[in-house]
Every structure is written in C-alpha cells, then in structure tokens.
C-alpha cells in the first residue's frame, strides 16, 4: 500500500473532524428541535386554532418503504463525505469552508434557528401553509399562487430577510449537515466542463438560486468564472449577494426572474444549473420550466440539474421520501417522485448523458442536441 503523504493525510484528517463536528453540531440542533415539537403538539390539544380557508392539518402518514436505520443513515452521510474529499483530491473544488461566517454569527443562527422552532410546530400542528398566501392575498406581489405559502411550514415562506437568513441552517438541520455537501456535487460536471474551455467565454446561470447555495462556491471553486442567479424572491437574492466577498461578487450578477419565463434570450447560454426547485413546482408548471431551460441554453449547451432523489433512485431510502410531503409542507413532492423528468427535458431538446445519486440527491446532466 502506497504511503500517504502528510500533508494529505493532515488534510484528511483536518476535513473528518470538520465534517464529524458539523454532522454531531446539526443532529443536536435537530433532536433539540423536535424536542420542542413534541412539546407543541403535546399542549395544542383542543384549543389548537382552527386551520383557514387551504388550510389543513398534515395527516398523519407512515412510510411506505421500509427506513434506513440510524446506521445505515449515518453511513450513507459518511460515504458523501468520502466523496466529497475525493473530488476536493480531484480538483474538483476546493476544501469546503464554514459558509456561515463567525463562531459568533453561526452561534447566533442557531439561537434564531430554535426560537423558530416553536412558530413552525404551530403550523405543522394547526395545518396553517397558507399564511404568506393570506398576506398577499389582496396585492399579489406578482408572484406565482402556487409559490405563495408556507413551504417547509416556514416563517414567512420565501419572502423576507429573516426567512434568507435561516434557510440554510435549516436545511443543514434537515439533512444532519450533509446538505451543502449533496449540493456540491453538482460542482463536479461543471468543473469537467471548464476545462475544456476557457471559464471567461462561459456564460453560466443557476436558476433557483435562493441564497446562492450552488453560485457561491462555484464562483470559489472557478476564479475566471462569471455567473448569474436567478430567483422569484428579492430577500433570498439579497442575502446571496451580500454573502459574497468582493472577489466573486464582481463575478456575480443577480435577477429576479420566474423559471417559467426566463429574461435570456433563446440559445444565449452555456450552461444552467438548477438545484431543489423541482420538487417544489405542480407538475404543469415543471414541464413548462424544463422547456424554458431547454430555451436558453446553446445548441451543444449544458444543463445541470440537482434535486430529490425519485423513487428507486436508491431504493434503500424510498421510505423516507414518503414522509417528506405531510412532515415538511411539500405539496408536489408525491407527483414528484414519479415524474419522468427524462420525458420532460426530452420536449425542449435535451438528452441525460450522466445520472449519479449522492445520499438524498440525485445529479443528472444534460445536453442540448446539436453542436455549438
């Protein structure tokens, strides 16, 4: 067996207490987090307030597919952080950092984080996704209806800066600190991509970008590169920008822009990203996104797309996936994990050239028929 070198093995060794510390640091915020849940639900009792108009408590669901178990679960965790070094060893991208800032402000965060806790468990109990709808009603905002609720039961929907600030945190609480990671593998087919060409002639776009989860450290990961982000919500997009430093923010360009009618013009782009927005569209609307994404990317172009796993992606965790829907407010999740996404991309011209799955993600690249 080859000897490893130390500086390789200080680095390994640097990233598995990182990575240990993060997963151990968001499994107690979860299980601190459901601690308080079960004290909601346990006092909502009878004097619950009554769900309004759309509405409706979650109904209590069970698996459909056996669960991993905590082992099995952690083990998988612990394969994407294996992974995950690997492609860092590749030159994919480089050695994660903490993309919550100080000490200070990530213990800050997770202060916030609990003492939203409680608001969430009163949607989750009360059935109430429909507040950020409520609120609009009567202006709109311009914003999609099905866009308008409480996804994830979450304070505010989309549409403040104290909903951008949490996201994150609670994403990574979600997933046990593995999600920035899942997120990153969507790096590896674009670093494949950039060097065959010149990243300053590229022009990239990352459609959803929310707080700019996949922008930021692609702008990181790729020095010469130029990207623009686009998003409905005007608080996320000013969260991702105020996240950059001054080096990738000149690189950086945001818009506030619907997916179902993107502001480039037909075949002017490289290569799109999209990461998480599938899952979240009524199956009617995800055919039209899958079409304008096929829209704008050049004859020979790229499409890089990053979600949920879909059922019998690994068929270990189809249990969990089951959950998701009634536990978290994702009312287009079940159509979903059904969905031919291969059929849909295929309607605007693109064809699955590479399928990967890492933990609950599945990454899947496509190409635009025809040559640049």
């Not at 299980?31 to 004290?39: D, F």
């Not at 000490?103 to 950020?132: I, K, N």
């Not at 590229?202 to 130029?226: E, Q």
Request: with cysteine; glycine share 8%; charged share 25%.
């Amino acid at each position: 067996m080859a000897r490893v070198p130390l500086q390789t093995w200080m680095r390994r060794a640097g990233y598995a207490a990182r990575q240990g510390a993060r997963v151990g640091w968001f499994t107690v915020q979860g299980e601190l987090a459901q601690a308080i849940t079960r004290r909601v639900t346990a006092s909502a009792g009878a004097g619950k307030p009554r769900p309004s108009a759309g509405d409706r408590p979650a109904a209590p669901r069970r698996a459909k597919a056996p669960l991993p178990d905590r082992a099995e679960l952690f083990g998988q965790i612990g394969a994407l952080f294996r992974r995950d070094l690997a492609n860092v060893e590749a030159g994919h991208y480089p050695l994660p950092r903490g993309e919550f800032g100080s000490p200070l402000a990530f213990l800050d965060l997770s202060r916030r984080f609990l003492a939203d806790v409680p608001a969430v468990a009163h949607r989750r109990v009360s059935g109430r996704h429909q507040e950020v709808f409520e609120a609009t009603r009567e202006t709109g905002t311009g914003l999609p209806r099905y866009y308008r609720q409480n996804f994830h039961f979450q304070t505010d929907g989309w549409l403040s800066r104290d909903s951008a600030r949490l996201y994150d945190f609670q994403v990574e609480v979600l997933f046990k600190g593995a999600s920035a990671a899942m997120r990153r593998q969507a790096l590896v087919p674009l670093s494949k991509l950039l060097r065959r060409v010149d990243q300053r002639q590229v022009t990239y776009a990352d459609i959803a970008c929310g707080t700019g989860g996949l922008l930021a450290p692609a702008l990181a990961a790729f020095p010469r590169l130029a990207g623009i982000g686009v998003d409905l919500s005007e608080p996320y997009l000013l969260h991702a920008r105020e996240a950059l430093d001054s080096r990738r923010a000149a690189r950086a360009r945001f818009v506030a822009a619907n997916a179902e009618a993107l502001p480039f013009a037909a075949e002017s782009l490289d290569v799109v990203s999209c990461v998480y927005l599938f899952h979240e569209l009524p199956p009617k609307v995800r055919a039209i996104v899958a079409v304008e994404l096929a829209r704008v990317l050049k004859p020979g172009g790229t499409l890089i797309f990053a979600d949920s796993l879909q059922s019998g992606d690994r068929p270990e965790n189809d249990g969990l996936l089951t959950l998701f829907p009634a536990l978290f407010h994702e009312p287009y999740f079940d159509s979903y994990l059904e969905e031919d996404l291969d059929g849909l991309f295929a309607a605007g011209g693109l064809t699955r050239v590479e399928l990967s799955t890492a933990f609950l993600t599945r990454i899947a690249v496509y190409e635009k028929r025809g040559s640049a």
